[in-house]
């Protein structure tokens, strides 16, 4: 006798799968499994691949320990953005299928429940897989880290500059050294400044698309 079951649930109210979810909560740690287990290195690619909008609702079930209500995304990131966040998603997963890379038994990143049977009603909320909320932490917290800087990159590269302006090769370098030298606290207010101004996950993204 299997021990797997599938349930096809049409026209709870909201409440109902708020209580599913507290339930499935209370399981120990590893008792919920998708099959085959999705790398950590698969999650960060699909995170890279995703919308800034798509990346803010994986990390809002992350947060919710694998729920992600659709009103706070709403108020965080606007009415019209639940669309294209979901088709991202969609699209970035297929992606990875087809390359051999998303295992056929891990369903997808989330699954939506609806408000109500009857007429178009938005998205309650999403639930993640709990095997996967590990797994996309895990993503997340190397997506967020910062890359190591490379001093030498940058005055490489300014020296260049120097270069193409038609300094000679053997003073360029010394020319950029100095002024990183002597700019050295401008430019990272400069950059303080710029990361407030376009934080990674808010950046526009054309491919936005309006909630149906």
Not at 12 to 18: E, T, V, W, Y
Not at 29 to 37: K, N, Q
Request: without cysteine; hydrophobic residues 40%; proline residues 8%.
């Amino acid at each position: 006798m299997s021990d797997t079951y599938t349930f096809h649930i049409n026209g709870a109210p909201p409440d109902f799968f708020d209580k599913v979810h507290a339930l499935l909560a209370q399981l120990p740690a590893g008792a919920l499994t998708t099959g085959d287990t999705l790398s950590v290195e698969t999650a960060l690619d699909l995170i890279d691949r995703v919308t800034p909008d798509a990346r803010h609702l994986i990390r809002l079930a992350v947060e919710g320990n694998g729920r992600a209500l659709g009103a706070d995304f709403r108020a965080q990131r606007g009415e019209g953005s639940l669309n294209g966040a979901t088709t991202s998603l969609t699209l970035a997963v297929k992606a990875l299928k087809k390359e051999g890379r998303w295992p056929a038994s891990v369903p997808g990143v989330l699954i939506s429940t609806k408000a109500g049977p009857e007429g178009y009603r938005k998205t309650h909320a999403f639930t993640m897989p709990p095997a996967l909320v590990p797994v996309f932490r895990a993503a997340l917290q190397r997506h967020d880290k910062p890359p190591a800087g490379d001093p030498e990159a940058v005055v490489g590269h300014l020296a260049e500059l120097y270069e193409e302006m038609g300094r000679p090769a053997h003073a360029a370098r010394e020319f950029a050294q100095d002024f990183l030298e002597r700019h050295a606290g401008d430019l990272a207010v400069w950059a303080v400044h710029q990361m407030a101004k376009s934080p990674p996950d808010s950046l526009f993204d054309p491919s936005q698309t309006t909630e149906g």
